[in-house]
């Protein structure tokens, strides 16, 4: 069995970890995917203002990718006033 890498199967992994993100902020190349998991006790979710994901229950996760370079910011939707928020900075 072949397995190829090409740039668009890179991923790069952040954690919600007791209400935060982990990383907050990341640096990535365009092209790399992002994947949020959740290893935490509670139910969490990833808005951005093109997209939001389900709720990301313990140990399940969710990705997506970004279609241009520049800042997109986002936050979990019933914790942002315990300010877990966090952003990826495509370059
Ligand atoms: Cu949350």
């Known amino acids: 069995m072949t397995i190829v890498f090409t740039r668009a199967t890179l991923v790069i992994l952040i954690f919600m970890h007791k209400m935060s993100f982990i990383p907050k902020d990341v640096h990535i190349k365009q092209k790399v995917r992002v994947e949020w998991v959740n290893d935490d006790t509670i139910p969490h979710n990833v808005v951005f203002k093109d997209i939001k994901s389900p709720y ?4 399940h996760s ?4 970004f279609p241009a370079k520049g800042k997109y910011e986002y936050y979990c939707e019933p914790h942002r006033s315990m300010e877990m928020t966090g952003s990826i900075i495509v370059e």
């Open 62 to 65: 969710w990705s997506r990718s």
């Open 56 to 59: 990301i229950y313990p140990g």
